[in-house]
């Protein structure tokens, strides 16, 4: 048994050597472990000596075997050694002489280095300066922008300097600065725009004038190019019948008219000079501004700001402009710069409207025209009627007409205008009534109330073609001759004629029919006839100092007058276009006027003569209560007789009309003769 472990403890031990001989030596340990965990060590040990001394032996044996090897070897290495020292020392010499030879070439191989250092340096430097001085002239671009007000594109540099070069140098510190500064610039440049729109602003409000005034001319033009396309043969008409009339004018009933060519109006088509070229208004007002800055705040993304800051400013200007001044209805120039003001605010403002995209519309632009409508409107009524000048109203309607129809060129609507020119028409009719009682006094005033003498052909067809007078017998007779009304007649016919071609001048450019004209005419012409004439004839026929024989020519003229009001329908019939006959046309009551002032003053000499047979009578001293008749008359009742006889000579020239009254005082002298006489 102790045999058998023994034999197994040798094979143990045969084998950890085997396992030590073989294995690395860094995992030696657990090997040698299982030597020490047993318990023969001591036999392990004796075992690993002789192990030990069977390797030596096999050593010395192999070191035995290869000894003259070694120490050829030995000996070849020696004689190598010396060789070596030869070579060695050649290496050094020649080491020497290149070292000698190559200190120049290190040199310039230094210097190369240097070259090509600095060569990498500056195309390093050249390509960052490449990528940098587009940044850099894209900034001195925006601030020679900047400084020449080039905003908007300034604005657009800004944007590519930021999203397109800084991005690309955005690690250097200039770029950091700029990037900083943008906000900055943007501000600056939303600053500056403004300030320029705030120096628009109030430019147009300066000049709102002028461009009222080339926009109301424009108007003008086209009104008067209009005119003589499609109106000519109506204008050549009516030049004819206003020549003819001036021709057949008395030359003081030419002094005395209040409505002359020349009154017609500043403008009146025929009155001005040749049309020049005109430029448009918009030529006159450099919006550049106006589109620059609201581009500049669109893209900042403040439009809306912009939009309500220009309509609130506007509007405030509005308000100014329609503000009239406190004179303005003394002169019409006051009324045409209030016109050519407001005007030129809408000119621009629709200008506005049609070029630029939302920054006006059509909604604030029609608050701004109703309100602008309505103010005008009132103004326009409060200082009309402060005016008593027909011709300075006539002026005033032909302005109010141009500025209406230059408006609606502009797509406004001015209806409400043309109404109110039609509210101006009845005061315009009340000052010419004013006026024309002025001429009409001054007229009677001067008449001489004896009929017109002739003394050739010329005078006589002279004054049949001021009054329409027929009379077959005068015609025969021979010149000097007379006619039977006094110079009064045709004067006052030819000024009612004046007072139908004023009425007829307000009613151009109303856009009224021709049966409106009509009846305005003619209801005019009525208050005249009616109402300031047949006053002025009542005053005359009611003084004090009128004599018999005035009054009895003022039955004659009147009759002559009355005669004429066929021929002033007529008249107005020409000129109106619309037929007598036509349904509700006004007829001219100027026969009842005549009729009431022949009646008048046949009045007047009824009470006259009563008055003078009066006087006759209380001054004579006649024995009423005589038994037996006298031998002959009373000298106061002859001298009675001798006063009704001349005083019956003036009637025979009465007409037939006039002959009731003849009769009446014929039979009163007949009584006195008969009571005188006995």
């Known amino acids: 048994m102790a045999e058998l472990e023994s034999l197994e403890t040798a094979a143990e031990h045969e084998r950890i050597l085997r396992e030590i001989e073989s294995t690395d ?9 299982s030597v020490y965990d047993g318990e023969e060590h001591g036999r392990f040990m004796e075992k690993l000596e002789a192990r030990i001394r069977n390797h030596d032996r096999e050593i010395e044996k192999m070191c035995n075997f290869h000894y003259q090897g070694f120490v ?27 070292q000698s030879e190559g200190k120049e070439l290190i040199i310039a191989m230094e210097e190369l280095k240097q070259c090509r250092l600095q060569q990498r340096n500056i195309s390093a430097t050249v390509d960052k300066l490449t990528l940098c001085l587009p940044v850099l002239e894209m900034y001195s671009k925006l601030r020679e922008q900047m400084k020449s007000k080039r905003h908007y594109p300034a604005l657009k540099t800004l944007e ?35 300030s320029d729109l705030k120096d628009f602003l109030e430019s147009i409000r300066k000049h709102s004038d002028k461009i009222g005034e080339t926009a109301m001319k424009q108007a003008q033009q086209q009104r008067s190019l209009d005119n003589i396309v499609s109106q000519h043969p109506r204008i050549s008409g009516g030049k004819k019948s206003k020549k003819e009339a001036c021709t057949s004018s008395d030359l003081e009933v ?87 003001q407001i005007v030129g605010f809408f000119v621009v403002e629709d200008h506005i409207l049609h070029t630029t995209q939302g920054l006006v519309n059509r909604a604030y632009i029609d608050e701004l025209w109703e309100m602008a409508l309505s103010k005008t409107i009132a103004a326009l009524r409060t200082h009309s009627s402060y005016c008593s000048d027909p011709s300075l109203v006539l002026d005033l309607k032909n302005l109010i007409v141009l500025f209406a129809d230059t408006l609606q060129g502009y797509g406004f609507p001015v209806n409400q205008l043309f109404d109110m020119l039609l509210e101006i028409q009845d005061q315009y009719s009340e ?52 006619f039977p009304f006094s110079e009064f007649v045709p ?67 009147t009759t002559h007058l009355e005669k004429s009001c066929k021929f002033l329908e007529e008249f107005i019939t020409n000129i109106t276009n619309v037929l007598p006959e036509t349904v509700h046309t006004t007829k001219l009551y100027g026969t009842t006027t005549f009729k009431d002032a022949r009646h008048a003053a046949e009045e007047e000499i009824y009470t006259n003569l009563n008055q003078k047979i009066d006087q006759f009578l209380q001054l004579a001293d006649y024995d009423w209560m005589a038994l037996e008749p006298g031998s002959r008359a009373s000298d106061y009742l002859v001298d009675l007789i001798g006063f009704l006889r001349s005083t019956f000579a003036v009637f025979t020239h009465l007409p037939v009309r006039g ?20």
């Not at 030596?25 to 472990?33: D, H, K, Q, S």
């Not at 589109?291 to 900042?300: F, G, N, Q």
């Not at 002025?438 to 004054?463: H, Q």
Request: hydrophobic share 35%.
């Open 431 to 482: 000052t010419l009534l004013k006026k024309w009682s002025g001429v009409f006094r001054n007229i009677l005033d001067s008449d001489n109330y004896s009929p017109i003498p002739v003394t050739n052909e010329e005078i006589y067809k002279k004054i049949v073609g001021q009054f329409p007078f027929q009379d077959a017998e005068l015609e025969k007779q021979p010149f000097p001759k007379k």
């Open 659 to 678: 002959l009731p009254i003849f009769f009446l005082f014929q039979n009163v002298f007949y009584v006195g003769v008969f009571f005188a006489v006995g």
């Open 25 to 33: 030596t860094a995992c030696i340990g657990p090997t040698l472990r």
């Open 491 to 557: 004067k006052v016919y030819n000024q009612i004629k004046e007072f139908i071609y004023a009425c007829l001048k307000f009613s151009e450019d109303l856009h009224l029919s021709s049966t409106e004209v009509d009846d305005m005419i003619r209801k005019s012409t009525n208050l005249l006839l009616t109402r300031t004439l047949s006053n002025c004839l009542q005053n005359v026929i009611k003084r004090k100092n009128v004599g018999l024989t005035e009054l009895v020519q003022i039955i004659i003229n």
């Open 160 to 194: 590519h300097l930021e999203h397109t070069y800084l991005p690309q140098v955005s690690h250097y510190r200039f770029c950091k600065v700029m990037v900083d500064n943008i906000p900055k610039l943007r501000e600056e440049i939303k600053e500056v725009s403004m």
């Open 254 to 340: 030419k002094n005395t008219s209040p409505m002359s060519e020349q009154d017609s109006g500043i403008l009146d088509v025929e009155d001005e000079e040749e049309d020049e070229e005109v430029p448009g208004a918009q030529e006159l007002v450099d919006f550049s501004p106006v589109y620059r800055c609201l581009h500049i705040y669109s893209v900042l993304g403040a439009r809306e700001t912009f939009e309500n800051y220009y309509r609130k400013q506007r509007r405030k200007q509005a308000r100014l402009v329609l503000q009239p001044p406190s004179n303005m209805h003394e002169t019409l120039d006051g009324y045409r710069k209030y016109f050519n």
């Open 72 to 98: 050829d070897s030995i000996t070849e290495l020696l004689k190598v050694r010396g060789e070596a020292q030869k070579l060695k020392n050649q290496v050094t010499d020649t080491n020497r002489k290149l």
